[in-house]
């Protein structure tokens, strides 16, 4: 509700007595209208993208202050539709010659049409586009429907363990640490959950698990113990599969095939205690 | 545990619920309620700008800062106003009706400032309540509560403080906030960690939300922009807002507000200096604009925190800040034995200038209690119980020569009542800072107290079993809880009162707030006294 005055709280209207302002606001210095000196740039000259949900694809945008003063600078960022960007705003503190470097993150939504797109930044008086190239989507031929569609999680330590790294075609533990692979973010509650969401209704009859198993933390030290799989069916969940004790690298769970439109993975449980549920792969199939 | 709720809290409440009708929930990625009818206007908003709150932060005897932020759409880039400057006009009353409107103005919100105002409003009465409010663009904000600080010089009386740090959004809701929205509190100290960094899933953690975070939050903050986001989803959440409604926060920082255990300079990932500079002042930027501190901002990478406030004769109140000026962590941080490198005379936490200021104040004081707000645990704390030790090197422990300088300081100024607060470690814990920690006969010369967090941790438990080997390893600590919540302080001439309040979760809303343990610290004699709650040992 917008209004008039300050009315709505003043039942009796109000005696207004000296108006004073003491120390208005924040600093007189205003180094906004001042942005001159701005430089921005990409690492690339073209971006690369292709249509399908966790694809590591961006740029870096390199945004500088020639300037003999430190200021504080804002570049806006556009990206033709439908891309999306990872920030639209980038506000720093630019010392002299300081030179910000920020990744940005550029995604093509499914169904994006395979061409040229251009994302703009704009700073002060600069101005730069970064031309990005789409290209088809790719395809997975194992039968592993977990791959290429959405995934989505309880909580995720990021940077460094996004749910993305569960369905990245990487089953190696090695990899660990290196955004192959998914941790939970609240360290010491459970259930945690992980869930791949189909297109349509698919026929799944298998779930295979890899948990974390590397020299330095073995599945049995510090893998996954006890979870549940759950479909979902006709928009309902029902659990298709329940894995208690385990500390192998590799579970799977073989149930009578479901038609069903996700799949979670109920974790509770880990080798070791009240701490994180930790997986390095996860795969669906249909039997 | 009992269900503990106060004939003045629930006047409180009532009071609040009146007061906040208003209040916006905020929706992700969607408009705001109102937004249709706030399309134009002078100011060129493009809805409700007050989706962030109000608040109100530390008093002094004749003033108090007064904030907000303008943000019709918290979560788009510049909060959803315009790239230029928007007049604000605030009132301050002395009734909550404003019937009594005794100082008002107009201010000027800024881009540059994220379009946030820090009014600091001066010739007000000591030792008061106040009501203000702010107005823009024909939309009235939120009402709050505030009060002064006793004039200098006032004997008796009473002061009353909620006390708690660390508040990781994803970690639960703010139920504890929520309930110290209603209480009796003339003042609340926040200890740190009021956002943490990290990108925040979909889901939003432990609060497993319906309506998606959105994308823009998966990232870690880094840039000025990203910051300011992640203060627009914290300070969304309306009990957080509710906590501000009542009354003035004095906060300090510690260092999930830049990045997890950051020492001065050097950062987690051992970044390049010049690097990481940029990244703090972006930090420390966000963190002013968004919390009830006086001005002028911070410009680049330094920024004074540590402070002092009075309330008459009855207490003083210094603020530290242990983050800004510390060497880096020795042998790599973590929980290390004793070391040369832990000891080293030329490592610091607070620095030679900010523990000097302390300790001279603390020394010309005439105050009865003196009362610090720290972020990391002061007091000697052994995590091996055997005979081997084990320390926090991320905690004073780890910073042996000055811990040593510190607590010497302030065990020499026992006959002023020290009283530490702490925050950082997610749990609630009462100490006596003793002579020789290692020997309980050894004398007793003030009390450390950590409220707990207000949600980092998620639920929590009532003793983990890395706290039963602290209460084993160390006979000073006299209590151990690990559930959210935080502490009220009340001090008189002649004791300190402190209630440990907890509630029993936070992965779902709407859990009671209950008294888990109470102590009373006589004046002129140091130590705790267990007058409520289970015995812990």
Redesign the interface.
Known sequence: ????G?K?????G??????????????A????PAQGGLTLAADVAEVSAVPVPCAKQGFELRFGNTGKT?V?A?A?LEAGAPL?L??????????PG?T?K?PI?V?APRGTAPGTYTIEVKAGDQKLSLPVRVGEPPTDNSGNLARFVPV????????VY??CGAVDGDRDSEHWAKTTGWND?????FPDWLQVTFDKPETVGRVDLYTLNSKQYPAAGYGLKDWDVLAQVNGAWQTVASVRGNTAPLNSSTFIPVTATAVRLLALASNEGPTYSRIVELEVYAG | MTEDLRPAVRMARRRFLTLTG?ATAVAFGTNLP?SA??TG?TGGLTGNPFTLGVASGDPLPD?VVIWTRLAPKPFE??GGAP?KEVRVDW?VATDE?????????????????AH????????LQPGRHYWY?F?C????SQ?ARTRTAPAPGTRGGQLTLGVSSCQSW??GYYTAQRHLASEDVDAVVFLGDYIYE?????????R?VADPVP??F???A?????Y?LQYALYKSDPDLQAAHLNAPWITTWDDHEVQDNYAGTVSKSNAPV?DFL?RR??AY?AYWEHLPL????P???NYQLYRRFGFGRLAELSVLDTRQYRSDQAAGDGWKADSEARRDPARVLAGQQQTQWYLNGLNRSRATWNVLANQVIMSRMDLDPTAADLYNMDAWDGYGAEQKVMLDGVAANRHRNPVVLTGDVHAGYAMEMKRDFADPSSQTYGVELVPTSFSS???GVDVSANGQKFLDGNPHLKLVNEKRGYSVLRFDERELRVDFRAVPYI?KPGAPISTIHSFVVEAGNPGLNSVAGKAVR
């Open positions: 509700m917008r209004i008039r300050w709505p709280l003043v039942l009796l109000a005696v207004l007595t000296g108006v004073v302002a003491a120390g208005i606001t924040g600093p210095v205003a180094d906004r430190a504080y804002d806006f999306t990872s920030r639209k705003l980038v506000s720093s503190y630019l010392p300081y910000l920020v993150d995604g989505t999680a309880s909580s995720e330590h990021l940077p996004p749910a973010a609240t360290k010491g509650n | 208003a109102g009818l706030g206007g003033g880039p510049l790239y009132q009706r404003f019937h009594q409107v005794i100082r008002s103005g107009r201010a000027t919100a800024r881009p540059e400032y946030s105002v820090h009014i600091d409003v001066r010739g409010r107005r663009d024909g939309y009235l009402t994803p970690d990290y990108g925040i899933a979909a889901a939003g953690g432990l497993n994308s823009q998966r990232t870690e880094d840039t000025l922009d990203r300011r010049e940029v002042a972006n930027r006086r001005s002028p901002a410009q680049g990478p941790g998620g639920n992965d």
